[in-house]
């Protein structure tokens, strides 16, 4: 499996090497943030033993946060999280048919009893996944709560200069 | 599990027992031609080894084809299809959010590799899921293809009749 | 506010009373695993400052998780995320018109940077919240850990007993 | 912010600088009207303060009329509309996923006691805020209300050219 | 045409007498403000000479802003804006077989040139049109827009009573 | 087959004897104007020869316009088209799941070369397909012509009476 | 306006000249077939009183059958057909944010009175309406039918064909 | 018909050439695992007669399983299942307008009596029906049953490879 050095605290799986441009805005955040991951593909339905073991052994090995990225009838989220009771959050692929319709409800409409937290279709879910997952992380590590406080205050910065260079190409 | 005393050649799995209403339009008719079933409930997220067990036990069993019933978020056919290589049928159950768009698109977007035959949401799916169930099993078979003509026959005659009762009420 | 005695690590809120109905599934849940919460109704619209100050002094009192539930066009979660970095969970709510499609839009297509965890429309969707808001508690706390363990396998139980009393009517 | 020399009577606001190649064709109308106006951009979600301080504080540098576009869980409308009490226009943007159907939804939905006004996706929703703000701001400004008619009559007069220039294209 | 005393300043249109529980929501709203309005069945298909003469005589007798109702293929907002140079709202109306979505598409989605401000579908649509209409007004109404800042805080309050009666009665 | 006793110059098909309540709101329009007409059930895929032999004799049997009725992945109007090159027009059924959505497409999604005047979803559908058959009759049928335009009258007076009592209630 | 010299039978209109790629290939299979036609623009938005007009006086003209394609809020169709007791088709013009359901749902869900008779969206729309335009000259035009049936045999053969190329190249 | 030499046991029945590129992945399947099978064009629409024909004569020519694709108001599948108790898989085509979501919502939402074993939209469907009817034929063909077998497992070593290919990447 991809990873860091460190023992992976957040694993990063997609359902197709085909959803890797997408998922490497999550493993850009989580760098970003320094916090080990591992990266690994395992298909809910190529590779369903894969997938259960994946799920089974992760928090042996640490994991503490799943993300999971897929499309179509994307079942990789909710199958990964049958198996496991850490957090399992799922993002839903843009498909060329529906645009992503298809992998959002598959991957949100979960029953009862087992959840998937959804983020947003493609890479901006890709990216908020892995500020969900430092967000669920950062409850209990001061540090990467510190870190996100100042990521958001740079997010605020950022608007605040795009305004201000509108503002004065428009003088 | 439910069965007839015959070796079951159809299993039917339903994600929760609240989808039997629907799925019993498709013993029913498996019923009216003969044709032995077992019934379980096997939920692909609150009961995953059960469903992966169910899978993997049924073509030793004698069964040839699945039909899985399951609502919203409905991994179940395409789990089951995940561990086998006889066909499974899938019937999107109706939901109440949004109508069986989300069972529906879960259940027949299936990514290259895995097939689920989808049929429509709801009652009529379940009975047609049991039709095509039969006509799969009628490929060797050549009572239950004669049975399946004479059912067709059948159809045609009641729309016969339908539109006969109608012109002479109208008269 | 709503509360039980101890400090509160998980807050509900809702954008209405009117979606208390389906909110006290969640607040069953994070009882039944004898999780401190409380429950607030604070609308992003129609009083934003009052949302806005919840969000604000949430984790000074110890709030964990978030839990905003909100139909329409459902901003409650987004708007408290803006303003929060612990894990918020957004719950859309099923609508008369368009049965909560607009709910799920709303809540789930975030913009990259600010995270929503977004869960079922609806019901099943409020009582995953609160199952959520547990897993993410549970990952420092062992006793919920094995009360999360315990409650799957109740629900596997369930789904077995479902099956055996389904096979004993048909016998 | 940016703005011509006189007092702005319209807020343009948008949620990310990427909405500027649709927003300018807002300000586009404003300037063929001779309407002043600023343009800032101030997201909801990324720069809750900043929102929020843009909507508390436009009515007292005079502005009449807020327009705001935003893409996706488009909450930029709905967030500044609840700080104030003149009129918001929200302009949903395209978007790749859902094609704007998420902004639509996210922009029109809103609970009763906080209207938006809401126009097209994308482009022509754009044009039409601002001549919709120009509406608003003519019922108590003749000039404008006679430039709006004379709009309206070169509108007309642009369809029949192009159908004369067809009927002499096909003769 | 149904009215008010005093010379009125909104103008409610409906596309068909089977809207008007809907756009009740609307006249109640006006009425607790004290604008004077005046209320019409006016269908675009049906009725389109009677359609276009009201939107060609309303500005003379006063009317300022136009409340438009209709369900389906909802074209009358478009229709009376087509012939107005004053604000036009549009209140899609609930459908039996869409929700809804017809009608709100066929409401918002105008060409550029022709804007209609459209509010949500329904009831909260028909509330927010008068509430908006009364934004509008308000401009140059300083009795009007006080009532308006009264209203919001009536809201706002509402809010944190629903929110303490939760609370008392969960403790 | 149903029918009046002068030769029908209108044959209405539908799927399904459930589908009869919706088109006896065609049959009335079309007794209400004087057109003759036939009433038949024949189901594109319960009894194909049937419908195939029903258009390929309609036209000999002195048919101008045919009125198929049909739901869910509704065949009907284009089998019949297939075999005809009179006017069929398409009414899609309103359906429990999808609400009409899955008729209205099947039905109006005809490839190049064979055309289904489409109407819409349900029993306003169904009356404007007798309407629209009357229009076609009426080029040649200067009767039905103004009988038509005696019908246009009565629906705008219709319009203006409610909108009379309206007002009447008003004061 | 555009027409051939013989008085035309068929009236195409647009609401925007950027319709006429689209809307040529409903003017191509009126050449083909040799029937009179004339093609306007008028816009049921931007120019009413122009659509009006034109409605009002098509019949007059020797006008049959009316042709209206528009996208978005498509109103044409509707607004013509407000003015006409001949058939009006509506060609639903594909559009960039949502496909064309907006313009496909704007103009097939009519209320009950007044009937358009809707096509697919886009090219095979356009082409579509000139053939059932044909078809209903072709009621009382023998020459026409013969054309008609004709192209229907052309097409089967064209199926014909290119199943035989098919049959060749793989063998 | 395209064939390969010996009788073929599947049939793939297109409605249009331009369906062929899409087609061509189920073709490459059947020939990956050696099953013979034809390829013809039948429109549902343009040739009626010719679909028919196919239909009645499949069984006799040894035909066992039928593939059929079609996009937009997609009725091959349901009207080739009309005249046939043999399995029916149907691919519906994606589309530029609605991306395939009309092709889905004709095929699949079949009335009860006559079932198609629908698959995904587009090129996955494709593949994933020649994979059902190998599926299906495997059933009394022990070779086939095992290259299904052997296929799965190749399937799941490619995301095992692709897993690990991944991780050296990273490392």
Chains 1, 2, 3, 4, 5, 6, 7, 8 share one sequence.
């Not at 909710?78 to 959002?104: F, K, R, Y």
């Amino acid at each position: 499996m991809a990873g860091k050095k460190a023992s992976p605290l957040v694993g990063i799986v997609m359902g197709s090497p085909s959803d890797l441009p997408t998922m490497e805005l999550a493993t850009g955040v989580l760098a970003e943030f320094g916090v080990a991951h591992e990266v690994v593909v395992a298909s809910a339905h190529r590779s369903p033993e894969r997938a259960a073991n994946y799920a089974k052994t992760a928090r042996r090995r640490g994991v503490q946060v799943i993300i999971a990225g897929a499309g179509g009838g994307a079942h990789l989220a909710g199958v990964l999280a049958s198996h496991l009771t850490i957090p399992v959050i799922g993002v839903p692929m843009q498909t060329d048919a529906l645009g992503g319709m298809d992998s959002l409800l598959s991957t949100v409409q979960m029953p009862s009893g087992i959840p998937v937290a959804t983020v947003a279709i493609g890479g901006a879910g890709a990216k908020n996944a892995a500020l969900l997952a430092i967000e669920i992380l950062a409850l209990s590590d001061e540090g990467l709560s510190k870190k996100l406080t100042a990521y958001r205050k740079k997010l605020a910065k950022k608007v605040e200069s795009a305004s201000a260079s509108l503002s004065s190409r428009e003088n």
